[in-house]
C-alpha cells in the first residue's frame, strides 16, 4: 500500500468511528430504521469526501474536532444519496461496496426514509457547536453544504444523469451533468475544509480550482472503472452506463481520449496547490491515487 | 366563512406568495426537476403549521420577515414528507389536495428527487442572513427542525406507519406514531415562533404544550375525517387506513371516544394560552377551527 493510501485508509477509518458514535444508536422502537441508517453509512467506501475536508483544513491547522464533524456530515449527505440513487426507481442497483444495496437489504420504503434521515442528520450535525465555536461559520457550512446538495447541485445532476441522452450526449452537457452529480459535493467538502481553517480569498479559490478538477478526474475515472471494471474491485456492478444508454465521459469521447483528459486535469490539478508548497503534499499525492485507482 | 378560517386564509396566502418567489423559477436544463418541486410545494393546502409559526411569533411582536421565511422552510419539509409518504413504495397515494400526487403527475424517480430537494432547501433557507439577523437563533432554527423531522420525529413516525399494527394496536402505541408523524413538526413550528419572538422559558413551555395538544387534536381529527370524509372535501382519498390495515386513533378507540378526546385536548390546549391573555385570541380560535374542520 502507498503512503498516500495508507493516510486515506486511516482518515476513513476515523471518520467511520466518529459516524458509529454520532449516529443515533440500534436500539428502541426505530430499531429497523435506524439499522438502516447505519447500513447506509458504515459500510465502508474510500471516504474520499471526509478526506478532502481534512486534509484541505491541515492545510491552514484547523481544529481537528471541527474538520471530522463536519466531513461526517458531508459523508452523511453522500451515504443518502447513494441509497436513493440505487432505488429500483432511479439507478436499480443491487450492489453497492460488495453488499446488497441498501433497499435489497431492507426494503424500499426503508431505504427512502434512512435516506432522508441521513440528509436531515448532516444538517444537524453541522449546525451544533461541537462543528464550529461560531455560529456564523456553521451557517456558511450548512449554506453550502445544502447548494451543493439541492436542485442547483446533486439532486440535479441526479436527474440530468436519468434523463440519459436527452440531456444531450457531447462534452458540454456531460461535464456539466457530472458537476453537479459529483463534482458540487466533492468542491464543497475540500471548500468546508479551507473555510474551518480559516483560508484566505486566494488560497480559498486555488482550493476550489484543485477541487473542480479533481473532481471531473475522479469522476472519468469512475467512468472507466465502469467501462473495463471487474466487480471483484469496485464492489459494484460494471458495465451499467453503456447496458443502460446512459451517457458519461467514456461514451461520449472513447477510453483512450478520457485517459487523456484524466492526466491533463491531474496535472492542472496539482499546479493550483503549488502556492501552498509543501504544505499540499498530501492533497498532492491524493491526486494520483485518484487516477490511478482500481476500485 | 369564519373569522379564523379567513385569517388561515390569509397566512396561506402570504405563505404562497412567498414560497412562489423562494422557491428556484421553473427554467433553464433542470426545468422538470424545479417543475415537480413547485408542484410539490405550491399545490395549495391549509398551511397551518406557517400559520402557527407567524401567529405564535406574533404574540411577542415579532420579526415578520423572520416568522415568514422560518414557516416557508418548515412548510417546504411538511411538502417533501407529503410527496415521499405518497410514493409508491410508502402509502402509494393517487390522490393528494384534490390533484394527482407528485410521482403521478411526474414519475416516481422524479418525486423522490424533488422531495430530497425539498428537505435540503428548507435548510438552505433557515441557514440565510434573511431568516434571521442573528447566526446563533438560525443554528438553533436549523437544529431544531432537524431533530422534529428526521430519525427521531417525521422519518420515525413514517417508518412506524408503515410498520402497522406491527408497532403495536394500542393507545399508546398510536399516540407515539402520531406524535412524531406529525406532532414534531407542529411542535417545531410553534417553537419556531416563540423562538424567534424571543419568549421566556415559561412562554415556551406554556406555547409547546399548547402545540402537544392541538397536534394530537388535530391527527385525530385527521383520523376521524379519513374514516367518514368525503373526498370532494378532504381532497384526498379517504377510508385508507382501515382498508390498509393501518392502526389509528379510530381504528383504536372508536369514532366516539376519538371525538371525547379531541374536545378534552381542545380544552387543555385552550387553557396553556391563559398566560397569554388576548394576545393569543388567534391561536386560541385557531384551536376551534382545528377540530371542527371537514378538510
Given at each position: 500500500m502507498s503512503q498516500i493510501e495508507a493516510r486515506i485508509k486511516e482518515t476513513a477509518e476515523r471518520v467511520n468511528l466518529a459516524l458509529e458514535n454520532l449516529l443515533p444508536a440500534e436500539?428502541?422502537?426505530?430499531v429497523r430504521l435506524i439499522g438502516a441508517i447505519r447500513y447506509a453509512a458504515l459500510?465502508?467506501?474510500?471516504?474520499l469526501r471526509p478526506f478532502f475536508t481534512i486534509e484541505a483544513g491541515r492545510i491552514f491547522d484547523a481544529d481537528e474536532g471541527s474538520l471530522l464533524r463536519a466531513a461526517c456530515a458531508i459523508e452523511c449527505v453522500h451515504a443518502y444519496s447513494l441509497a436513493h440513487d440505487d432505488l429500483p426507481a432511479m439507478?436499480?442497483?443491487?450492489?453497492?461496496r460488495g453488499r446488497p444495496t441498501l433497499h435489497r437489504q431492507y426494503d424500499e420504503a426503508t431505504a427512502i426514509l434512512a435516506g432522508d434521515a441521513l440528509l436531515t442528520f448532516a444538517f444537524e450535525l453541522m449546525a451544533e457547536?461541537?462543528?464550529?465555536?461560531?455560529p456564523q461559520m456553521r451557517c456558511k457550512l450548512i449554506s453550502g453544504l445544502a447548494k451543493a446538495s439541492g436542485a442547483q447541485g446533486m439532486v440535479a445532476g441526479q436527474a440530468a444523469d436519468m434523463a440519459g441522452a436527452d440531456i444531450g450526449s457531447d462534452l458540454i452537457a456531460v461535464t456539466r451533468m457530472n458537476r453537479q452529480k459529483t463534482g458540487a459535493l466533492i468542491n464543497f467538502a475540500v471548500d468546508a475544509g479551507a473555510l474551518i481553517g480559516g483560508a484566505s480569498e486566494a488560497e480559498k479559490t486555488a482550493l476550489s480550482r484543485y477541487a473542480h478538477d479533481v473532481g471531473l478526474a475522479f469522476q472519468m475515472r469512475d467512468d472507466l472503472l465502469d467501462a473495463e471494471g471487474v466487480v471483484r474491485d469496485t464492489g459494484k456492478a460494471v458495465g451499467k452506463d453503456k447496458a443502460r444508454g446512459k451517457v458519461n465521459f467514456v461514451t461520449v469521447l472513447g477510453a483512450d481520449a478520457t485517459r487523456d483528459r484524466i492526466n491533463m486535469l491531474a496535472n492542472q490539478a496539482k499546479a493550483?496547490?503549488?502556492?501552498f508548497g509543501s504544505r499540499a503534499r498530501i492533497l498532492l499525492d491524493a491526486v494520483d491515487f485518484i487516477v490511478d485507482r482500481r476500485y
Open positions: 436500539q428502541g422502537s426505530e459500510g465502508g467506501g474510500k471516504r439507478d436499480d442497483d443491487d450492489l453497492r457547536p461541537a462543528t464550529h465555536s461560531d493550483h496547490l503549488s502556492v
